[in-house]
Nanobody, 123 residues
Framework: QVQLVESGGGLVQAGGSLRLSCAAS????????MGWFRQAPGKEREFVAA????????YYSDSVKGRFTITKDNAKNTGYLQMNSLKPEDTAVYYC????????????????WGQGTQVTVSS
């Protein structure tokens, strides 16, 4: 398994942008699918976006489609989530996850999660 560390969160006004990063350890990250999830206070963790190991297929929740872009730089062992046109309802702790199985990433069936990175969007 790879170890993941999220960064890039912060406070931004509605309509603004942020780019989250997910740094992975290990030399096999290139063979892993990656995803982003988020959890707002009092709510369940939800799927945001995912990308196939090769980067040629991406998946988004309806709530972020057209505003967020997930990418993966295998040479840098890093994944990204570019978030544009942010809304107050995007406020949450964002987590990245990775697995050799795209299905696992899409369903978020992970036993543990990292610390995540806080994104706060003010109105």
């Amino acid at each position: 398994q790879v170890q993941l560390v999220e960064s890039g969160g912060g406070l931004v006004q509605a309509g603004g942008s942020l780019r989250l990063s997910c740094a992975a350890s290990g030399r096999t990250f290139s063979s892993y699918a990656m995803g982003w999830f988020r959890q707002a206070p009092g709510k369940e963790r939800e799927f945001v976006a995912a990308i196939r190991w090769s980067g040629d297929m991406t998946y988004y929740s309806d709530s972020v489609k057209g505003r967020f872009t997930i990418t993966k730089d295998n040479a840098k062992n890093t994944g990204y989530l570019q978030m544009n046109s942010l809304k107050p309802e995007d406020t949450a702790v964002y987590y990245c996850a990775a697995d050799r199985s795209l299905r696992t990433v899409l369903t978020g069936a992970f036993g543990s999660w990292g610390q995540g990175t806080q994104v706060t969007v003010s109105s």
